[in-house]
């Protein structure tokens, strides 16, 4: 196997330049380079990267985690380093088993997978969207988040379209490229369903890809929790989030198809608060759904291993002021709006996963969480902020 000479991350106030020489001459971005279906794509990849980063710049969406050129880094790089399980021909890594067209449409695929949560503009969502998730029926947040996937190939087109620094129409159409923007539109769903299933090739492999290195985006460099808690402003589903990326230390690789991940708790909190953890241990886990489409590419996982199976003893310092959020001051809290930020199959949530997920995560030994705390997520009576308190005091007050 080629030696891989490990970089450090770009800083987080990341320039343009840095993010595109790091991208470029990452292990996946020479790769992609030396793809000859593509003439245009050095200048395109470039355009790319700075358009992402225009996008970002104008983003007034600041309460989300990081979706920008850093974000994007990591997934490079934790790509590029992604190592196979060992055969008995040795160890290879991930970008050793890609080709130069495989490799082009993964990087383009991860360029632009989450590109949707850096626009607001509803019309780019597909002429068939339902009317149910026009702009203007949730709040704008909400609205980005869950309509981000669909927005893309309309987004992508549209931005490129309105550039009059190179005209990218061919390249645009070119298969690759229609098939590297599916790519990037199934990290939402899981294998066996329509969007990932039916990709041709070995596309469900690289869509598996960019799912599993997103998914493992989890960790505390991901956001800067001191920023949000003295500063920013969002629903409390962001918060939710922002906290749990701080749960997760260290950067979390793919070596010899194994993943190994090492948690901290937030202080002032006690064995209550366990399962935040045991949701966080199936979080990771799911990403053995990915073995099958993965082994297509000679790249399947063997494991997930955890520094403990119980809550950790390291305290995380940036959660030092958890606290001070408003609407989490109480322990019970932080637990509620941690866990709501979970997807249902992370919480084996009964009333929401069917059973032939159930089937498919059979030995994957994932851990139940209370009943009782997935029934508060729902929004019964839960108590979750001594405003709430104060409001419930006076109604009982008065009955």
């Known amino acids: ?144 988040r869950q309509t981000h996937v669909s927005r893309i190939p309309r987004l992508v087109n549209r931005l490129f379209m309105e550039s009059q620094t190179y005209q990218y129409t061919d390249l645009l159409k070119h298969q690759l490229v229609q098939r590297a923007t599916t790519i990037a539109q199934a990290h939402e769903k899981w294998p066996w369903e329509a969007g990932f299933a039916d990709l041709p090739g070995k596309d469900p492999g690289l869509a598996a890809v960019i799912a599993v290195a997103d998914l493992l985006d989890e960790d505390a460099s991901r956001c800067d929790a001191t920023t949000l808690i003295d500063h920013r402003q969002g629903n409390m589903l962001n918060y939710g989030h922002w906290i749990r990326h701080c749960l997760t230390t260290g950067r979390i690789l793919v070596h010899e198809g194994t993943i190994t991940i090492s948690f901290a708790r937030p202080p002032f909190t006690d064995g209550q608060i366990s399962p935040v953890y045991a949701a966080l241990r199936n979080h990771y886990r799911l990403v053995k759904l990915y073995t099958k489409p993965l082994s297509k590419l000679g790249a399947g996982l063997l494991d997930v291993v955890f520094s403990t199976d119980s809550i950790p003893a390291e305290v995380c310092v940036e959660l030092s002021n958890w606290r001070h959020i408003s609407g989490i001051q109480t322990q019970q809290a932080l637990i509620y709006h941690v866990l709501n930020s979970f997807f249902s199959e992370a919480l084996l949530d009964t009333r929401k996963v069917t059973t032939d997920f159930m089937n498919r995560i059979k030995g994957f030994r994932l851990e139940s969480i209370d009943s009782q705390l997935l029934s508060n997520i729902q929004g019964t009576f839960e108590v979750r902020s001594p405003y709430e308190q104060t409001y419930n005091a006076l109604i009982s007050a008065s009955e």
Request: hydrophobic share 40%; glycine share 4%.
């Open 1 to 144: 196997m080629t030696s891989v000479l490990t970089r450090p991350l770009p800083d987080p106030d990341i320039t343009l330049r840095d993010a595109a020489d790091f991208i470029l001459d990452s292990r996946l971005g020479r790769k992609a380079l030396c793809c000859t279906e593509l003439p245009k794509l050095p200048l395109f990849l470039r355009d790319l990267i700075g358009t992402i980063y225009r996008l970002t710049a104008s983003c007034h969406l600041p309460e989300f985690t990081d979706h920008g050129l850093r974000h994007l880094c990591s997934i490079v790089d934790r790509v590029s380093q992604w190592t196979c399980a060992k055969t008995p021909h040795g160890t290879k890594a991930l970008c050793e088993v890609l080709d130069d067209n495989q490799s082009a449409m993964l990087l383009i695929a991860i360029l632009i997978h989450d590109i949707g949560m850096l626009s607001q503009r509803p019309e780019d969502l597909p002429s068939d969207r339902p009317q149910l998730f026009a702009k203007g029926q949730m709040d704008v947040s909400t609205w980005v």
